[in-house]
């Protein structure tokens, strides 16, 4: 749970970046959030993942990788609509 607040926290400081880069321009902002996104993908791929799919049945397996899939869809709606 340390870990996932240390990440958490790491989130919280790419989003605060981006917020104050948005009125640096487009450029500075095209490297903040792409960056942010891709350390959520990362830790839900590699570290809480494997941990999931480990001690869950078949169903409840299926149902977290939908989930992660459903957040990393979102984060590329926002993309392209903000």
């Known amino acids: 749970m340390r870990l996932q607040l240390v990440t958490a926290l790491g989130a919280v400081a790419g989003a605060a970046c981006s917020l104050l880069a948005e009125g640096a321009g487009a450029t500075a902002t095209l490297g903040v959030l792409p960056f942010t ?3 959520f993908i990362y830790v839900g791929t590699v570290s809480v ?3 999931l799919l480990r001690d869950a049945g078949p169903l409840q397996s299926l149902l977290q990788v939908l989930g992660l899939l459903a957040g ?3 984060m590329a709606v926002i993309a392209l609509y903000e």
Request: aromatic fraction near 0%.
């Open 37 to 39: 996104a891709g350390g």
């Open 49 to 51: 993942l494997p941990e």
């Open 72 to 74: 990393v869809a979102m």
